[in-house]
């Protein structure tokens, strides 16, 4: 059953300390064998039937780790050397480590670059794959807290490999239909029109998508747009909405694309746009549309937005990041969206396109919660390893969970959150397995909250592919990032996994089940998938 309510745990740190922020280059896939042997208006996700009760601790079990002390900084309890095993992103940490902590994203970039590849008939470049943007690409059933921060959900189901189950970590937003009385939103639209914009599915897209937003936007909102090619200016300072609707659609209609693309000089005028049109008691967001191939001045990400850091630091202006184009430069887009403090998403249509500016714009622009980060702790009396299933680059230091100097995740509202685990129970063993708590930020006072569900191995459904439909997604969402990520080596497949081909076939049953135009996309692109795979 799953469990959720309030927890404020306090315990003992990780004992092998790490430094630095919060990104590290490399997934932790934490593993132990111990004496020989775990975000205006627009379309929401549903919401389920989840029940609630307190969040307590239950393991009973010696040694269960509880989710780090409340303080900004650890003392090590002795230092222990990483066991890489294969792939760099799959290395296993030796115990005592029961601890996964990282910070929540809701990027999805990956998964719409990595779909726009194979309609094209090839494969995406496995270093574009990142498996959380697969799964949190879909939508959820988590039950939905009435105000602002998180539910937890926390379920799983028995793989059909002895001892494995996937585990799921559920979070999720208030409904973006109960934004209400939400705050206007300040939004300066960085938009490239560099030569390369003028391919089919690009600059058309954007202008398309923006005009109809316009259209959906309050009177007490405010638009800034800056265009670049190999230099940037602001075409349109901030202006209210008001009676100026026909000023923006000219703006919108006039922009061509240019000469070559200097990415850098359009991000800082952006956020000189934003600065200069900053309003207090807004929602103040840099909104960045690209195929992010920077080929002119500062193409490095991290020294194009230390440039604008004092926007972000003081200011709290969030950077949004949309790719679009065939040829599309992933790696700078997911960089400068998690510098920035923000997150990315990928469009290839008119559909697509629509439906980020339109339906999901409460979610990508609004904020609910600033600096989220989860970590999950699980009972080393009932499981022997385990593994979290991407975000590779967002790890946090498990003593770092409740420091809030260090940096999460912004959520919107209408966001889920989903973090998949591959999890190898003892033999025989029953009662707790698994803690998963909250943390985050007031986007307002600032202010820190938690929240905390639990899992016992009982209501481990006992079949992975009779176990409810959107868990079903989720797994052929994993497994399918899985695939392609490992392409044509020899790393081992997640625990359970099945052939590309079997998978094509569940995925088209799942999507069958779902009723939903976006699990049939996917089910199209795992059987596109394995034929280019063969």
């Known amino acids: ?213 316009t259209d959906r936007l309050r009177d007490d909102d405010s638009i800034a747009v800056v265009t670049f090619s190999d230099e940037a200016r602001t075409v349109l300072p901030m202006t209210r909405i008001g009676h100026h609707r026909d000023r923006i659609y000219d703006v919108i209609r006039g922009l061509e694309p240019t000469e070559s693309t200097n990415l850098g000089a359009g991000v800082r005028t952006g956020y000189a746009t934003a600065v200069k049109g900053l309003r207090e008691g807004a929602t103040n967001r840099v909104v960045l549309i690209s195929d992010a191939l920077a080929n002119t001045g500062e193409t490095d990400a991290d020294a194009i937005l230390e440039n604008i850091s004092t926007a972000r630091r003081e200011h709290g202006i969030t950077l949004f990041g949309v790719g679009v184009g065939s040829e599309y430069g992933d790696a700078l887009m997911e960089r400068l969206a998690d510098k920035g403090d923000g997150h990315t998403t990928y469009v290839s249509t008119i559909e697509d396109a629509r439906k980020v500016f339109c339906e999901q714009l409460p979610q990508n622009i609004d904020l609910t919660a600033r600096d989220a980060k989860a970590q999950v702790a699980f009972d080393p009396e009932t499981v022997n390893q385990f593994r979290l299933i991407g975000y590779d680059d967002r790890q946090v230091a498990d003593e770092d969970f409740r420091n809030d100097r260090v940096d999460g995740g912004e959520i919107g509202p209408g966001h889920t959150v989903t973090a998949l685990y591959a999890v190898r129970t003892r033999p025989g063993a029953s009662g707790h397995l698994a803690t998963a708590s909250v943390r985050w930020l007031d986007p307002d006072t600032r202010a820190p909250h938690e929240e905390s569900g639990q899992l016992e191995t009982g209501s481990l459904d006992k079949d992975l592919w009779t176990s409810s439909t959107r868990l079903q997604v989720d797994a052929v969402a994993a497994y399918f990032a899985d695939d392609l990520r490992r392409g044509d080596d020899n790393s081992s497949p997640l625990p359970g996994a099945l052939p590309l081909g079997e998978l094509a076939d569940r995925a088209h049953r799942v999507a069958s089940a779902a009723e939903d135009k976006a699990v049939d996309d996917l089910a199209d692109s795992v059987e596109r998938a394995s034929g280019l795979m063969g």
């Open 1 to 213: 059953m799953t469990r959720t309510g309030n927890d404020e745990h306090t315990g003992r740190p990780r004992r092998r300390p790490r430094t630095g922020r919060r990104r590290r280059p490399v997934a932790i896939l934490i593993g132990l064998t111990l004496a020989g042997g775990l975000l205006l208006t627009g379309c929401g996700a549903g919401d389920s039937n989840g029940s609630s009760t307190d969040g307590s601790n239950k393991s009973g079990g010696r040694g269960f780790p509880q989710p780090a002390p409340n303080r900004t900084s650890g003392t090590s309890q002795g230092e222990q050397k990483d066991t890489p095993t294969g792939d760099a992103s799959r290395e296993f940490a030796p115990s005592p480590d029961y601890l996964s902590t990282f910070a929540l994203d809701v990027d999805t970039a990956s998964y719409g670059y990595a779909r726009r590849a194979l309609a094209d008939g090839r494969l995406p470049d496995a270093s574009t794959v990142r498996p959380e943007e697969f799964v949190n690409s879909f939508r959820q059933d988590y039950r939905r807290p009435d105000g602002n921060g998180f539910s937890v959900t926390v379920d799983g189901a028995r793989t059909r490999e002895k001892d494995w189950s996937l585990v799921r970590v559920g979070l999720a937003t208030r409904d973006a239909a109960q934004s209400g009385m939400r705050p206007p939103a300040a939004l300066t639209f960085v938009i490239d029109i560099s030569g390369s914009m003028g391919e089919p599915g690009r600059l058309d897209l954007a202008k398309d998508a923006l005009g109809v937003m």
